[in-house]
């Protein structure tokens, strides 16, 4: 996917000038916070299961290599073809010439992000293959020509009527009106697809090493159609999928679900070992795996590794105030809300997302309800910090902190300025006591709302009048 | 260098470990826990399974009916059937070829499933408690796609094989089978989406109705 992250301001006022995707958008927030609340009351001991699901989770991290191996050891022993690719360009490259080699024409597509990542959708498109999407939300994205604006629920930003017109114009039907017809004419215009694909596309929500399984969670079927009907099955995944036991998966979807939409678990829940057996009247003649690292395991070398026990519920953005008001295309690129504002600068280049780190008042929200207790505001500090290391703050904002530092540390000329902003406060704000506009970026502060001036006093002075006339 | 050589190097050097100075020992003590099946917490479960799966299920919007014995349950579906005026053909495992589905009004058929099927019928590996879920293993006789593509999926659930958590069926599964089938699929009521305004539609891909018929005391 293209990366815009560097247009955040720009892309974020577009998105709280729209309309439309504001109404999207308070919607969704009531719907998924409300949701997540109520189920996770059904786990009386919610906070012990998360404790264990980020001890999971670090585990899988720091034996990374040993659980990949011996995922991939009885992958191979149920007939899985394991591939390993370093970079998106190698993913694509991989599954096209799986693509070629079986002859394939058509592929239907369950939800990757993954494959949001590599342009995956893209390049095969340009190698002149029909792919389509059957997620629903993905499907109306894919229809639309746009771009994912929340890791689980992708068309959010939509409204029933623009997805009306969409398919009255793509289906080339009368114009529905209603969400339930809606739904059921994208079912009925898909089905035919999923009957005749070539080659299913699948992403993983967890590798289980204790067998050798890739396991996806679905509400629509689509992924159970994806897995099951086409000749050849491709599963993209990051490195980083990696549980060890069917224990752990059983732990970690408790909360993944409760997390993602407040579901207690969701519909479909696939665990798929190798192709098509001997004596099976269905499913795949070949399941093909590729195990993904662009830049996974840069993260897990770095300060924010933690990152890396994600397991993609999107809780996080749900209960993000940034992301409430902005919506995920702000972001520029696959991940939005806290998770992205880490993974985006991680996988392409710090320099190419400057504002994602800043993107967030850091209240915590996040964090409180990470299911894997992912400290986000904490990395999201470690990236300012590499920033300001690396000098990639505007110079703006290192002149103005260098002046800072330069009188904070200097007692006497601090008090003199300070005393001196003060009066001038007052005299600014005149009768009222307020100050109507402020200079440079604080503009936007007040074009909302007065600053209480500065009452002509500095702590420093009351403090010292007091302890006088105390005496 | 390859693309796996390189990648695995580079999680051993992420990780603080050159290649080959894991201890065989360190290895085991990975290889352990794989073995080892240890469950995590659990939350407090003080409901009996059958009462609970059966409210569960209603909870995830399947319909349940219950009958004393396996020769019951044509009665059982015809009468669902009816009450929801829903025809009354379809496709059977093979493990339901020898009930008396004629007699009760019904035609259904021992077969593979057709794509234009409107109703399948299914057993079940077994049921876990929990939230209401089916757990299915691939094969031979047990396709998936009998529950997956006719509008309306009926699945007979044994009494006897209805067990509290996934945990559970994964150690039925161990008892019972030398390995994983191809795929096994947890079914927890009709599919569904809320993509269009987060509005809860069923019948997205899968079936839009699931009816369980629970069989025995």
Request: net charge positive; proline share 5%; glycine share 8%.
């Amino acid at each position: 996917m293209q990366v815009s992250s560097n247009l955040f301001k720009q892309n974020a006022r577009a998105q709280l000038a729209n309309e439309r995707v504001q109404k999207a958008l308070r919607n969704a927030k009531g719907k998924l916070v409300v949701a997540r609340a109520r189920s996770i009351l059904e786990l009386d001991n919610f906070e012990e299961i998360r404790d264990a699901a980020a001890r999971i989770r670090d585990f899988a991290l720091q034996h990374m290599d040993v659980l990949l191996e011996e995922w991939e050891k009885r992958a191979e022993a149920a007939g899985t073809i394991v591939h390993w690719a370093r970079t998106p360009q190698e993913v694509n490259e991989l599954v096209l010439e799986i693509a070629r080699k079986h002859g394939v024409r058509k592929i239907i597509k369950s939800k990757s992000m993954l494959g949001e990542e590599t342009n995956l959708n893209h390049a095969l498109e340009d190698a002149g293959l029909d792919v389509r999407e059957t997620d629903l939300g993905e499907y109306i994205i894919q229809q639309f020509g746009e771009t994912p604006s929340h890791i689980i629920a992708p068309a959010v930003h939509k409204s029933k009527d623009d997805i009306a017109d969409l398919f009255a114009t793509k289906h080339k039907r009368p114009r529905l009106n209603d969400i339930t017809a809606l739904t059921h004419e994208a079912r009925e215009i898909l089905r035919p697809h999923f009957l005749d694909a070539d080659m299913g596309i699948s992403g993983a929500n967890f590798l289980v090493a204790e067998t050798g399984s890739t396991m996806i969670v679905t509400n629509e079927g689509n992924g159970r159609m994806t897995t099951t009907l086409p000749r050849v099955h491709v599963a993209i995944t990051g490195i980083e999928k990696v549980v060890p036991t069917l224990e752990d998966t059983a732990l970690l979807l408790r909360l993944l679900t409760r997390s993602a939409t407040g579901q207690s678990i969701s519909n479909y829940l696939s665990f798929t070992t190798g192709p098509k057996r001997p004596r099976d009247t269905e499913g795949p003649t070949e399941f093909h795996v590729i195990i993904v690292d662009a830049g996974r395991t840069k993260v897990l070398a770095s300060e924010i590794r933690e990152a890396l026990r994600c397991i993609r519920c999107g809780a996080c953005m749900n209960h993000c105030p940034v992301y409430q008001n902005i919506g995920g295309h702000a972001y520029g690129w696959v991940y939005p809300g806290p998770i992205g504002s880490i993974l985006t600068p991680a996988y392409v280049g710090i320099e190419n997302a400057i504002d994602l780190p800043n993107a967030s008042t850091l209240c915590n929200q996040c964090g409180v309800v990470c299911p894997v207790k992912i400290p986000l505001p904490d990395l999201m500090r470690k990236l300012r910090e590499q920033q300001v290391n690396k000098k990639l703050r505007p110079w703006s904002e290192r002149a103005g902190l260098r002046l800072w530092t330069w009188a904070a540390t200097r007692p006497l000329a601090y008090a003199m300025l300070a005393r001196m902003a003060a009066r001038m406060g007052k005299w600014l704000g005149g009768r009222h006591g307020l100050l109507r506009r402020l200079p440079g970026s604080g503009s936007e502060w007040t074009s909302g709302r007065d600053l209480p001036a500065p009452q002509g006093k500095t702590f420093r002075d009351l403090y010292a009048r007091q302890k006088r006339s105390a005496r | 260098m390859n693309a796996r050589e390189e990648i695995l190097s580079r999680i051993r050097a992420a990780n603080g470990r050159e290649a080959g100075s894991m201890t065989e020992r360190q290895r085991v003590a990975i290889l352990e826990k794989l073995a080892d099946r240890s469950r995590g917490p659990l939350p407090t479960m003080d409901w009996e399974p059958v009462q609970h799966f059966k409210e569960r299920c209603i909870a995830m919007m399947s319909t349940v009916s219950e009958v004393e014995s396996l020769d019951g349950v044509p009665h059982a579906l015809a009468a669902y059937l009816n009450g929801s005026q829903l025809p009354a053909t379809g496709a059977c495992w093979p493990e339901f070829a020898g009930l008396d589905w004629t007699g009760a009004g019904l035609t259904v058929e021992a077969r593979p499933v057709r794509a234009d099927d409107k109703l399948g019928i299914t057993g079940v590996f077994c049921a876990l408690a929990e939230n209401g879920t089916l757990m299915f293993l691939s094969g031979e006789d047990t396709a998936g796609s009998m529950s997956l593509l006719p509008e309306t999926h009926v699945a007979i659930v044994p009494v006897s094989r209805i067990v509290r958590i996934m945990e559970d069926g994964w150690d039925l599964l161990r008892r019972e089978r030398d390995a994983l089938p191809r795929q096994v699929n947890f079914v927890s009521g009709p599919s569904r989406t809320a993509d269009i305004e987060m509005t809860l539609v069923l019948g997205a891909h899968g079936p839009f109705r699931v009816h369980v018929i629970l069989v025995g005391r």
